[in-house]
């Protein structure tokens, strides 16, 4: 079956300690990418990664950081979060060529 | 800014009526636009599609208008089932020069749908 899974689903974490989100896919997409949704804002984007050990910023990249080691990994790093970081996060990939991103089921990630 | 109004936050309608979704967007470089679903607890799932050289695209119960001139697209849903409560986003994408295709989000519309 296709699709990208994020881990963990919730997490609940205390400002300053270092967590990562991991994102894997399974369709053998070559564009990945990070989102966040808060209330009233949207999904925005935060990095994404357009191959292997090809990333950029999105719009909100601030506290964030990503890699890009293998095709079907991208892992979400916060180095230290801090609280407004408390969001929605989703991953999503897709191929180049298409518009049309899969999603994954989404972390809800609250730092107190 | 919002680049990308939805400016219903929720819908609600009568099973087997039309459902009507609303998209209003202001740069006209868009080229591409989509409706994605979403489900509570988990991610969007894409729904149906329509580039800029269109204006209507059709699948099964699922039709997008694009209207140009008024910067405008909607999703018609006919007839309406009770699985088609969900929150709609509507999204439009534009290529840039490294061709990241980003895509800008409305806030979405919730749509329920009473048996």
């Known amino acids: 079956e296709a699709q990208v899974t994020q881990n963990p689903r919730y997490l609940i974490t205390v400002t300053g300690k270092k967590l990562t989100v991991t994102c894997s896919q399974n369709?053998?997409?070559?564009?990945m990418s990070w989102y966040r949704q808060d209330p009233g804002l949207g999904l925005r984007q935060i990095y994404y990664s357009m191959n292997v050990e090809v990333t950029d910023k999105g719009d909100v990249p601030e506290g964030y950081k990503v890699s890009r080691k293998e095709k079907r990994n991208f892992p979400l790093i916060l180095e230290s979060p801090s609280p407004n970081q408390t969001s929605l996060y989703f991953c999503?990939?897709?191929?180049?060529?298409?518009?049309?991103?899969?999603f994954g089921q989404g972390t809800r990630l609250t730092v107190v | 800014d919002q680049q990308v109004k939805q400016n219903s936050p929720s819908l609600s309608v009568q099973e087997g009526r039309i459902s009507i979704l609303n998209c209003d967007y202001t740069n006209s470089m868009f080229d591409y636009f989509l409706w994605y679903k979403k489900y509570p607890a988990e991610g969007p799932t894409f729904l149906i599609s329509i580039s800029s050289i269109k204006d209507k695209n059709e699948d099964g119960r699922f039709t997008v208008f694009l209207n140009k001139s008024a910067k405008h697209l909607s999703l018609h849903i006919v007839p309406s089932q009770p699985g088609d409560s969900a929150v709609y986003f509507c999204?439009?994408?534009?290529?840039?020069?490294?061709?990241?295709?980003?895509?800008?989000w409305g806030l979405g519309t919730s749509l329920a749908v009473n048996p």
């Open positions: 369709m053998n997409h070559e564009y």
């Open positions: 999503a990939s897709r191929t180049v060529m298409n518009t049309e991103a899969f």
């Open positions: 999204a439009a994408s534009r290529g840039d020069a490294g061709n990241n295709r980003k895509l800008i």
